[in-house]
């Protein structure tokens, strides 16, 4: 490994020590070699050492144990989903964005989950299905659509996929409410996304992917329309309407 000798010391570290673990093949939970061990790999200092290391912590591709090496640690949808919320709150995501964004996520997601999907996949689906025919209050609602979209994703077999949805759901909430708020003003009912979710859900389970595609890319287009009369009207009703 070439040593450091340019500036920013701190952050070529950083990127060197990620270089180790992909080279060494490190998975969660194993060490990373002594900080003094790491100091003289790179030809830097210990405290230029410690501030990578502390940089990484904070991102969560390690952990830092009082009297031992820090060892790798794989992030999660919550690292991204914090990530995520920071830039939204920094560069103020407007909704119409967020909901461009899902629209590309899940119509893949359809598609690819008609291509993968597993018996559990569909049972976990078939679940889904029967708590938003049963939702009492727009909390349920919310939650039983969090479920299904979610079973959407883990049947793409592709984490890639089911992370990124996870991270979003924090945004994806407060989207939610206001699209239903929409929905409800422009004269939607409840029975209408149920029925968009269980078309989705058929061409799932036939296998159909291009069929898959374009029922989410329906019903999505049901949230573009609650989205667009919210904005328009300022609508935040939130009692279910049949």
């Not at 450091?4 to 060197?16: F, G, K």
């Not at 194993?30 to 991102?59: Q, W």
């Not at 049963?134 to 909390?139: D, I, P, Y």
């Amino acid at each position: 490994m070439p040593s450091l000798r340019r500036n920013s010391l701190a952050e070529q570290a950083t990127e060197a020590i990620i270089d180790l673990i992909e080279d060494k093949q490190l998975r969660d939970g194993d060490a990373l070699p002594a900080t003094a061990e790491l100091a003289e790999m790179l030809d830097v200092s210990v405290p230029v050492i410690r501030e990578a290391i502390a940089g990484l912590a904070a991102i969560g591709l390690l952990k830092r144990q009082q009297g031992r090496e820090s060892t790798v640690s794989i992030p999660d949808s919550s690292h991204m989903s914090r990530l995520l919320k920071l830039r939204a709150a920094g560069t103020e995501v407007e909704d119409e964005r967020l909901q461009e964004f899902r629209e590309i996520v899940e119509v893949g997601n359809a598609s690819l989950a008609a291509g993968h999907r597993s018996d559990a996949d569909l049972e976990a689906l078939d679940e889904a299905m029967q708590q938003l025919r049963s939702v009492r209050t727009t909390e349920e609602l919310h939650a039983a659509d969090v479920a299904f979209h979610a079973a959407v994703a883990r049947a793409t077999a592709n984490d890639l996929c089911e992370l990124t949805l996870e991270a979003l759901e924090p945004l994806l909430w407060r989207l939610r409410r206001r699209v239903w708020g929409g929905w409800v003003a422009a004269g939607g009912g409840l029975d209408t996304i149920v029925e968009a979710h269980s078309t989705i859900l058929e061409a799932i389970r036939s296998g159909d992917a291009s069929g898959a595609a374009r029922a989410m890319t329906d019903h999505l287009a049901q949230a573009r329309t609650g989205l667009e009369t919210a904005l328009d009207a300022g609508a935040e009703r939130d009692e279910l309407t049949a």
